[in-house]
């Protein structure tokens, strides 16, 4: 008989696809705005590097039995060397093939990594404000999602708070950072306050705790920065990827889960992907895409709007008086609507053109996110529009 | 902590991967056999048309933006509807875009299709010979798959060991044909009498019973046959297909799902696996590959080479005295075994360098799997080792 679970999820509409429809039939109608200014998606708005689609013509050219074969089921080994290479320099990591799952996307990654280290019925720890396909993922492996309520004043972590979730049930901690929303990035004062934290857990509740850490915003960091590593931090961190940001290609389903060696179970998490992928049937992600994110891995899109954007935005709409964490990085950032149900402040704002998502799924109610991947010059005349909206 | 189903899972490895290492190793050994036969795996032999690069090279370089983007949840609707023409010109029924969800493969087919029509605790019942992962796929799925004892004579159904088999609990019945491993392809016959049998026990047990049509091999038929449509003879069926086989690109990780518009909950249930998806992690499979599918779908590679290669090894196996049902598609065969242990007869058959799969998990003791997608000189060479062998 038909899944009723599945079933009843159909009607729960994501306030994201909504708007962004919403805007797309406003952008055909007489009477509408001027102009519409669509903040409402995270799809990234630069080109995907020259090299990609080079890379992608060679590849298809000339290797064709390797980029149309079967990939083994734990990933192309040379592959997985060069993605595990490019790691270890970067971060000062000692990875090896055998520490890589190549995966669909970071949706992928999170999937596996979900399943290699809780069983149905586990806690999942995250914090506010967060990705709101989080809640979806995590219960659908059957697990349950606790929030840690947000740090207002800079969107680092509320130790406090942290300390009042922790349970003896939470097997995993899901940190995102750059962050979708709010585009802050965790410190290192963050992260080694949060590894004190898991270790002291650990002991009090004896049993592992392993630190999932959602990265596809890692390269976009602002003001010359990079975002500390993670799995520096703390020994059990599964570090979960994906090349849509980086590369602007989000449609290609390109990333990688990437187990952290000082575990000591590094190699054995990493085949245990390839056993995960038989229920969830992914396999592995295409050859082709997996053979260009080993030849591109060290290259990124043209990233620097991103920052222009920001700033363009940080400063006007600061001016106009709304109170804003100025981001570290990704494409997002979240200001406080200037009335308490920012629902009806992005409806509101729906009447001048601007199309934000409030961020009550984030877990930031009296929020709204601005995804500001889009072209400059539009960014600049939507501030004229956001003040006849504070006027 | 380490979740320790899938850590279990870790060593129990394929016997079929197993095999084909072992033939590896062997092929590097000096004083092993001249020359090595590796009929183990099922990777198709033939090259990918032409017209699929030369489709992905003109979209890569002609619209980055379409090829690189995200594709929406559902699949992109143009591709949808150029599928869906398709199977109904091919077949005769009605399918529109709506009843299509592009998946990764048939494997990502399966995994959403399970979910569609059953909760964890429910049978799927299935046939041998079959897939060995369909286990693994479903007992991960949270289902018990039940295998109903093969029609040893033509490996169609069984209808009477069938009628033993089905209780309430069997939500859904998984069919694969042509078949892996036998080649057999259900006949008109076969499929009308299932559908008879569906129906009937729908009654017996008031509840709706899908079936679950797992067809890879549909274009490869030999006699210039066809396969007789599975939908057509049951409204509740979910067909799970992928491009790996017809255009010989497994690597590329491109199928779909297609809910026969005659269940008269199609467009529901092709919804819903966009909120499987969810669960799943995979979200679309890659825009160029569903871009690649919708203009690749009315074409094959040349896939005469399977013919030709069944022909020689029907014929000079049977003439050694070997007991084979004729495959009618696919690239594999099933002859009996020369001795009850098809696995003793396999180790037996390496001393010549033949490579083939004891078909004990396949649910088919005491025979042995034949995959000659391979050249046809190799084939026609590897029967004077069998010659040897069973000298």
Redesign the interface.
Known sequence: ???????A??GRKSVIRELSELAARMAGEKNGPEEIFDFSLG??SV??PEAV?EC??RL??DQ????????PTLGIPQVKEKLAASLSRRFGLSYTGADIFP???A??????AF?????PGDTILTFAPHFP?YR??V???GCRLEVVPPDLKAFQIDFDRLEQFFTKDV?AVLINSPNNPSGAVYSAQTLEKLAGVLERKEREYS??IWLISDEPYREIVFGGGTQPCPARFWPRTITCYSFSKSL??????IGYVAVNPESG?SH??A??CG??S????????????QLIAAECCDLTADLSVYETNMNLLYDGLTELGFDIVRPGGTFYMTPRAPEADAGQFSRRALAYGIVVVPCDTFGLPGYFRIAYCTDTEKVRRSLSAFRKLMA
């Open positions: 008989m038909i899944n009723e679970t599945y079933r999820m159909l799809n990234p080109p995907v689609t992608a013509v298809l050219r064709p039995s390797l980029v149309h074969g079967y990939s995966t669909s996307g949706g992928g990654a999170l999937a596996h399943r290699l280290v809780t069983v396909e979806p993922y219960t659908l492996a097997q049993h592992e602007s290609m989000p449609g290609d389903r179970v054995e998490l085949a245990m056993q995960v038989r229920g969830l049937g992914h396999n592995c992600p295409t050859a082709l895409m």
